[in-house]
């Protein structure tokens, strides 16, 4: 992304003459600053030096949105989060989680739900798609279920859902085909498991099916017109 301009809406960015109190859109904490953007969002100095995996979770903290698509397009787009990368093997289940306990109000369980999901996320290796036959962002999902509904090898139903979850995100992301790219697949990834928790554990989230994509000029392996979220000119 443009790395000059505001990182959330890449509109571009103002200097003030007399500094004064915004809040970090990442992780809600109040600082006295000379910039922000034309739209006011503002990001402190230490959240847009931290790593992908420490931005992820101190955004998700702090969020009490209900749309996990929103909320990853807003993550994608810090410079931590590369266009590719096992990043999104996190992403995709701590966005997930966050909106689900966000929406059945249970954000106590934020913290150590993330922090489980960030360790099984890390033996998720880079290249999982191509390499594994199973890509990171779908193995995420199957994370995601597996921690909200506490499943262990010895489970009954909740072993069975982790396992289809997985699998529909699978056959979902394979109809379109490759190369890579972890923004299309966590995209629709996303999507298969908010339908897939509105049919099987009754839970609905905001989707968001308007998205145009807004990484496909910085993508050598953009595959364009084959892609549902393309929709126009590089």
């Not at 990368?85 to 249970?106: C, M, Q, R, W």
């Not at 996320?121 to 995420?140: E, I």
Request: charged content about 25%.
């Amino acid at each position: 992304m443009n790395k000059k301009n505001c990182l959330i809406c890449d509109e571009e960015i103002i200097y003030y003459n007399e500094s004064k109190k915004m809040k970090c859109d990442y992780c809600n904490k109040e600082f006295y600053s000379n910039t922000s953007c034309k739209n006011n969002h503002y990001i402190c100095d230490l959240c847009h030096s931290e790593d992908a995996f420490k931005i992820i979770k101190t955004y998700l903290i702090n969020s009490d949105e209900i749309n996990p698509l929103q909320m990853a397009r807003k993550l994608e787009k810090h410079p931590s989060v590369k266009i590719h990368g096992p990043e999104h093997h996190f992403l995709v289940p701590a966005v997930l989680t966050t909106s689900y306990l966000n929406k059945i109000g249970d954000k106590d369980k934020k913290q150590t739900y993330l922090e489980e999901i960030e360790k099984r996320a890390k033996n998720v290796l880079g290249g999982f798609c191509g390499f594994y036959g199973a890509c990171g962002s779908c193995v995420g999902a199957g994370i995601f279920i597996s921690v909200i509904l506490n499943t262990t090898p010895l489970s009954n139903e909740e072993w069975s859902l982790c396992n289809l979850i997985t699998s529909k995100c699978l056959e979902n992301i394979s109809k379109i085909g490759g190369p890579r790219c972890c923004k299309r697949v966590s995209n629709i990834t996303i999507e298969t498991a908010i339908d897939f928790l509105e049919e099987h554990l009754k839970v609905n989230l905001e989707k968001d099916e308007s998205f145009t994509c807004e990484f496909k000029k910085y993508n050598k392996e953009c595959i364009k017109n084959r892609c549902k979220y393309f929709r126009g000119v590089i």
